[in-house]
């Protein structure tokens, strides 16, 4: 029979468990609390567990077990309650609702960008807005694998919900307590402990018909006799396909007019359409955006033989219509936990996890266009460098072996004449690659994750037991990635070269029509030889690999006025290995896009000693009900070189029984992953050159050392060569980690006056500095000629390009590789209310949290301006911004006989738009209301419907700048972008 202070706690717990809230007073390692400290006064127990599940109590923050200990530190506790009154079946999306939490653009099933589809399938979390791998993931108080190939950050993917039992998140440093990437703070996943078999499926559906979500959970746990316990998990669901053409937010293209007016249709359309648009200017048509264009589906002549000028409302693309606003995603997920006493005083235990996701994700055709030099045709074997114009005339040596020039046979003559009396030589056109396969990617992910060990108690001596844990986590994440919809650089480039042989088309270079090359006639339809020859399906693969070693010991010392001095001693190996490897086409700049090396394999070692203490200086006295300070250190030797330290300090002083104020103060890290130690990618696009006629006067140093370099006063380039900047981006070998100092402090007030009610108000403060990131290759080529020691120049190249003939001056190469550079400062407050109470013959529960922030900074490079995040809510392609206040409330009725109401309601404030776009346009604020009712029909079987986004608010518009277009333009994780929907399911419990 439980203790009245078990009960207490549960109670506690439970209040708050529909989004978190009541503090988490206490915290255990393995046995139920038998104390409560601080928590709501007695009350009728109408909170009792779910039928067959275990109570034990388990608080993230310390490794300590003692049943008093009150954490220094806030922690959020989110239950399975919150799960199921949304029917979220993923706590990535379930934390998006919750104010600490932020969006992650391009990793959840949402997306704007094709960029996004290579992470498509991943579900991270963004606490506080500091990036996924700025959080620390842990079940159990054990690490968790992370969810990509080249990250610890986790994919909760990976993960079934149904058999968690809460969450406790750490909002504060604790990388002493856990090791390295515990910035942002900890999210540790309690799983449950069931004696029985529990089954529950539900099917949720949009007003719209679409985003269908089938999903089903079957769990069995059986609790022995001698202590030991078995428990089993399966979980399926799936999650469906929503379509921009079934949304007036994004069902046609639009793009930006100055002021924030969004200009919707055809004349919005993107002007690379579906059939070919050609370039006719005088000279060699480089660069000419600004010719005449001409290319009306197959016509290119009217009725009287004229010219067909290209008209965007009429030949323009709409990319809408074949974007998603969400991919469809399948998982499949399994878990199993065990635990068998061998001997008294010795536990082994064990856990496994695996998940399986997969999704499909399909864009528009490639965008292809000569005219940008190399952004969209990178090279490869025997053509790098080179555009895929169309050359009026060709060499061939077809007949007398001698080489001729004769006219390109694929040019209609209307075109070939016109192209000839402008003193053309070759014609620049472009045309979205829809007729074969549209860009898209397949990505399939399997995550494993195995824990072994013992842990048990033993007698120390001096009358007192200690409790041990030896552990062993074995983790590993698989990708099989293909990406379809790539064109084949060498074979259009060859293709569009052709001749004529007795009537027969065909490539004029001997090697190329050697190794299969395809004539290609982009004046008239593909046939399906062109478009199997042009299309190419390629892809990547990858894994990274988690072993984690972990032994410690804790127990008391001896006695202080308050209480036992507690201690935690320890000692953890880690290693974390990924890679990437790409196609060869894509490392070879085989096919259209961005040659990217590989993440070469990479393994980081960690040796790491820890030890936590806990002191109880004094208690039981006036005004002095207790007073605990509490400090943790942590020294860790990454094989990356350089030791580093970790520490925690902080304390709770209970002046009376209800009344807790706390204080905490750590400094955490993030070491560097995989993906940034290695991995090369291709990049081009725009780096206007600081020494050009029109800028290099902007100060005296940059003008200096422009002729230093040897760059005449008057050197003015084509605007297509700035446009066309090349340049590496990628992994630095020699990067440090980064350094994060946070400091909690907070009240938290749970008054034996007003049984059930209990409230916290926490400040954070978090300072980060040596933040991986890149400067940015416009900032590299400034800083080369405005500092006087020359910042960033080795990043620079110049040298000749054809678009400027005569000149070796040309900025023709900027990289940028990653460094520690950034810094970030973040302030903000906490808060939380929670109240229990019985009401019209049941029980009633209200909750509230929300986050105000009042500072966010963000510096790129030292000494330059930092950039203020406070009140913007980001945009559609960054994770950038922080909503001034967030909130979230739940109100809930339980009668006696299992009917359930809920209510639920979350708040985003005003906000402005991303300050990296247009920073005057203004985001107002938005209530989502969403309800839930459900009906115990037996004792082991209950029914639930509910409906989120009861009102159909809309998502507001994001302008991603005044003059660009997004497949969404806004923010999806923040902002529903689905619309009214409904659920509804049933659960079984034996």
Do not use: M
């Given at each position: 029979m439980k203790t009245l202070?078990?009960?207490?706690?549960?109670t506690a717990l439970s209040a708050g468990a529909v989004l978190a809230a009541a503090p988490a007073w206490a915290q255990n390692g393995d046995q139920a609390a038998t104390q409560a400290p601080v928590a709501p006064a007695p009350q009728p127990d109408t909170t009792q567990p779910n039928a067959g599940e275990e109570t034990d109590v388990v608080v993230t923050g310390t490794r300590i077990s003692r049943p008093d200990l009150i954490s220094s530190s806030p922690v959020l506790v989110v239950g399975q309650e919150a799960f199921q009154n949304r029917n979220f079946t993923n706590f990535a999306d379930l934390a998006t609702q919750l104010p600490q939490f932020a969006a992650s653009f391009g990793s959840s099933r949402t997306q704007s960008t094709f960029s996004g589809a290579a992470t498509s399938g991943l579900n991270t979390v963004n606490l506080r807005n500091l990036g996924g791998g700025r959080t620390l993931t842990l079940i159990n108080g054990r690490r968790v694998p992370g969810g990509t190939t080249t990250s610890t950050a986790v994919d909760f993917n990976s993960i079934p919900s149904a058999n968690i039992e809460r969450l406790d998140i750490l909002t504060g440093g604790a990388a002493s307590i856990y090791g390295a990437d515990a910035v942002a703070g900890v999210i540790n996943i309690v799983t449950k402990q069931i004696d029985g078999f529990q089954a529950g499926a539900s099917y949720g559906i949009t007003e719209r018909g679409d985003n269908k979500n089938p999903n089903g959970y079957l769990m069995f746990g059986k609790k022995f006799e001698n202590g030991g316990s078995i428990n089993l998990t399966a979980q399926i669901d799936y999650q469906g396909r929503v379509q921009c053409a079934s949304r007036e937010l994004c069902a046609q293209d639009f793009f930006w007019s100055p002021p924030a007016d969004a200009i919707r249709g055809p004349a919005a359309y993107s002007a690379v359409g579906a059939n070919g648009t050609f370039f006719?200017?005088?000279?060699?048509?480089?660069?000419?955006?600004?010719?005449?264009r001409i290319g009306s589906g197959t016509s290119y002549t009217d009725a009287a033989g004229n010219l067909t000028p290209f008209s965007v409302t009429r030949d323009g693309f709409n990319r809408n219509g074949v974007r998603d606003i969400a991919i469809p995603t399948r998982r499949i997920l399994f878990a199993a936990a065990a635990e068998y006493p061998i001997v008294k005083g010795v536990n082994a235990f064990m856990e496994f996890n695996y998940g399986q996701s997969q999704i499909t994700a399909a864009f528009e055709g490639h965008p292809f266009q000569?005219?940008?030099?190399?952004?969209?045709?990178?090279?490869?074997?025997?053509?790098?460098?080179?555009?895929?114009?169309?050359?009026?005339?060709?060499?061939?040596?077809?007949g007398t072996g001698t080489p001729t020039s004769v006219a390109n046979p694929i040019i209609p003559t209307a075109v070939y004449n016109a192209a000839l009396a402008r003193g053309m030589t070759q014609i620049q056109w472009q045309q979205r690659f829809s007729a074969f396969d549209d860009r898209g990617a397949v990505n399939r992910r399997d995550t494993i994750r195995a824990v072994a060990g013992l842990k048990g108690d033993f007698n120390a001596g001096f009358g007192r037991d200690w409790n041990y844990e030896v552990s062993y986590v074995y983790g590993s994440t698989k990708l099989d990635s293909t990406t379809r919809g790539l064109v084949s650089t060498r074979q259009l480039y060859y293709g569009l070269r052709t001749e004529q042989v007795n009537g027969t088309l065909q490539c004029a270079d001997a090697g190329a029509r050697a190794t299969g090359c395809v004539p290609i006639n982009p004046f008239l339809p593909y046939t399906a030889a062109q478009r199997n020859a042009l299309g190419v399906s390629t892809g990547q693969t990858g894994e990274s690999v988690l072993h984690d070693a972990n032994a410690f010991v804790s127990g008391s010392l001896f006695r202080l006025p308050g209480g036992d001095l507690a201690f935690s001693v320890?000692?953890?190996?880690?290693?974390?290995?990924?890679?990437?490897?790409?196609a060869s086409q894509i490392n070879n700049a085989e096919v259209t896009g961005n040659q990217?090396?590989?993440?070469?394999?990479?393994?980081?070692?960690t040796k790491e000693a820890y030890g936590e203490i806990s002191a109880p200086i004094l208690g039981d006295m006036t005004l002095i009900h207790r007073l605990t300070l509490d400090g943790s250190f942590r020294y860790s030797d990454p094989s990356t070189g350089g030791n580093y330290q970790t520490w925690r300090y902080g304390g709770s002083y209970e002046p009376i029984p209800g009344v807790v104020l706390r204080v905490n103060r750590a400094r955490a890290v993030r070491t560097p992953v995989p993906g940034e130690l290695s991995g090369v990618s291709q990049t081009f696009g725009t780096v206007t050159d600081p020494c050009t006629a029109s800028?290099?006067?902007?100060?005296?140093?940059r003008a200096t050392n422009c002729a230093a370099d040897g760059v005449p006063a008057t050197y003015a380039p084509p605007i297509n060569v700035q446009q066309s900047v090349a340049g590496f981006v990628g992994g630095n070998p020699g990067l440090a980690p980064e350094r994060g100092t946070t400091l909690t402090y907070g009240i938290a007030f749970a008054p034996n006056f007003l049984p059930g009610f209990s409230v916290t108000v926490d400040r954070f403060e978090i300072s980060l500095d040596n933040i991986i990131n890149t400067v940015g290759r416009q900032t590299k080529a400034n800083q080369c000629y405005d500092t006087t020691t020359r910042l960033f120049c080795g990043d620079l190249t110049r040298s000749t390009n054809p678009n400027v003939p005569g000149a070796n001056y040309v900025l023709t190469a900027v990289n940028d590789q990653l460094i520690n550079v950034a810094a970030f400062k973040l302030k903000g407050i906490d808060f939380t209310a929670a109240y229990v109470t019985p009401l019209l013959g049941g029980r009633a529960s209200f909750n509230v949290i929300g986050t105000l922030y009042d500072q966010a900074q963000q510096t790129t490079l030292p000494g330059q301006p930092t950039t203020d995040l406070l009140g913007f809510a980001g945009g559609s392609t960054s994770d950038q911004g922080f909503i001034k206040f967030t909130g979230n409330t739940t109100a809930s009725w339980t009668s006696e006989d299992g009917v359930a109401l809920t209510y639920n309601m979350r708040y985003l404030g005003k906000a402005r738009n991303s300050p990296f776009a247009d920073p005057t346009i203004n985001i107002g604020d938005r209530f989502y209301h969403n309800a839930r009712v459900s009906f115990d029909v037996t004792e082991n079987y209950q029914f639930f419907f509910g409906v989120n986004n009861i009102a159909d608010s809309k998502p507001p518009l994001f302008p991603s700048s005044t003059a660009g277009t997004q497949a969404?333009?806004?923010?999806?994780?923040?902002?529903d972008v689905f619309?009214?929907?409904?659920?509804?399911?049933?659960r079984l419990t034996f």
């Open positions: 202070k078990t009960r207490l706690l549960v006719l200017t005088a000279g060699n048509g480089l660069g000419a955006f600004n010719a005449t000569s005219p940008t030099a190399g952004s969209l045709f990178g090279g490869g074997p025997g053509v790098t460098g080179l555009q895929a114009s169309i050359p009026l005339q060709i060499q061939s040596t077809t320890g000692a953890e190996y880690r290693t974390f290995s990924g890679n990437l490897d790409y990217i090396g590989d993440v070469a394999f990479v393994k980081v070692r800028t290099r006067n902007a100060n005296a140093t969404l333009d806004t923010v999806p994780a923040y902002y619309g009214r929907s409904f659920y509804s399911g049933l």
